[in-house]
Nanobody, 122 residues
Framework: VQLQASGGGLVQAGGSLRLSCAAS????????MGWFRQAPGKEREFVAA????????YYADSVKARFTISTDNAKNTVYLQMNSLKPEDTAVYYC????????????????WGQGTQVTVSS
């Protein structure tokens, strides 16, 4: 499966952005999907994931209640709605896909998008 992330940009603290990740290739609904992020000088970290049934969601504690992961099967797209953004959310955001159950571990994901930059100013 090929993944194409988009929707990043520059936003003030407290603002919102919605990231999109369009998937092509094998049946989208058979994949668990995840979002990860990597800030300068830091390791890539888990943000959110959604199960292959696209019914169960998982979040990092740092984004819980602010971010929402969702899918649109008709569009083969996974979204990350980000609200109440903070400067510490600044990072390159990556979408990822894997066969099987959703995971918080980046090593479990085989397919990766190219990343989209999110910058939150204070």
């Amino acid at each position: 499966v090929q993944l194409q992330a988009s929707g990043g940009g520059l936003v003030q603290a407290g603002g919102s952005l919605r990231l999109s990740c369009a998937a092509s290739g094998r049946t989208f609904s058979s994949y668990a999907m995840g979002w990860f992020r990597q800030a300068p000088g830091k390791e890539r970290e888990f943000v959110a994931a959604i199960s292959s049934s696209h019914r169960y969601t998982y979040y990092a504690d740092s984004v819980k209640a602010r971010f929402t992961i969702s899918t649109d099967n008709a569009k083969n797209t996974v979204y990350l709605q980000m609200n109440s953004l903070k400067p510490e959310d600044t990072a390159v955001y990556y979408c990822a896909a894997r066969d099987g159950s959703a995971s918080r571990r980046r090593g479990d994901y085989l397919y990766w998008g190219q990343g989209t930059q999110v910058t939150v100013s204070s």
